[in-house]
């Protein structure tokens, strides 16, 4: 132990460190705080996948993974989560709390991360760049999502055809056309869709919302997507190439209802006369005239 002086009076105890890296010149406290600094200089790895950590608690975190402990349990749930901190972001969907406020218009948000992903809605900041195209995005996954077009990756797989999708939310989706769900009602007309989305462009028609202006002519749409395909009738683009013939479109779902005439695929069932349909506005064109004449037939 040694005394350090300062001023007159004023004593500070020092306390010398007893453990040394021999190594280095780090010295620590505790025998424990040494052997972990030490993993720097040997590479010694003790978890079998290999990562490496400078603190026990961290390792202990890390390990939860492998073993699968989970042992901060919610009190209002069955949820259980491998951190603490984890728990507590969990718990503010009970409490409703969000203690993370936008400075730029009234969300608040349960997570810090969840804000600053918001932020960049105002900033316009975009740091996920594709190295394939120049197209960049908000966040990490819809980059990872967006690869796969590149990639032509299709993990997700329907279990009634033979499609596939790049991710799990438009499988769902999908899947609802076999179902013939259609979760999200309109408030204000009878009409319901297999998706938020499409929900929400629809109810822009009982508004009269239409933001997106052309700049070339003075239409204006309810959605950038309506607007990015109207402006190749300006630009004459047709990016959407068929790969059994010749046809160009200026739109991808115009591009899928023709490959369908080649594949043969008829996704869309009449239910009264089970007829099927490459296109759900051909279904809907014939149920008009088979829901009349099966009201006849009934009334026979």
Do not use: W
Request: with cysteine.
């Amino acid at each position: 132990m040694a005394l350090l002086v300062l001023g007159s009076n004023l004593l500070v105890r020092t306390e010398k460190k007893a453990y040394q890296c021999s190594h280095c010149d780090k010295d620590f406290k505790h025998k424990s705080s040494l052997k972990i600094h030490m993993r720097n200089h040997t590479g010694e790895k003790p978890c079998q996948c290999e990562k490496s950590f400078t603190r026990s608690n961290s390792f202990t975190q890390h390990m939860r993974i492998h073993t699968g402990e989970k042992p901060f349990q919610c009190s209002q749930c069955d949820k259980a989560f491998n951190q603490d901190s984890n728990l507590i972001q969990h718990m503010r969907l009970h409490t409703g709390d969000k203690p993370y406020q936008c400075s730029y218009c009234d969300k608040v948000f349960t997570r810090n991360v969840l804000l600053e992903i918001h932020t960049r809605i105002h900033t316009g900041e975009k740091p996920y760049q594709c190295s394939q195209c120049d197209k960049a995005f908000r966040q990490d996954i819809n980059l990872i999502q967006h690869m796969m077009i590149h990639t032509g990756e299709r993990p997700f797989q329907c279990s009634q055809c033979d499609k596939a999708f790049p991710n799990k939310r438009k499988l769902t989706c999908h899947m609802r056309i076999h179902t013939g769900e259609k979760p999200y009602q309109c408030s204000n007309c009878e009409k319901a869709f297999t998706d938020k989305s499409t929900l929400t462009q629809h109810k822009k028609i009982h508004t009269g919302e239409k933001p997106h202006q052309c700049s070339q002519c003075d239409k204006a749409f309810t959605n950038k997507r309506s607007l990015t395909i109207h402006m190749r009738i300006h630009t004459g683009e047709k990016p959407y190439q068929c790969i059994h013939c010749d046809k160009v479109f200026a739109d991808n779902s115009n591009l899928t209802k023709h490959i369908r005439i080649h594949i043969e695929e008829k996704p869309y069932h009449c239910s009264q006369c089970g007829k099927d349909f490459t296109s759900e506005k051909r279904l809907i064109k014939h149920q008009r005239v088979c829901i009349q004449g099966f009201i006849r037939e009934e009334a026979i």
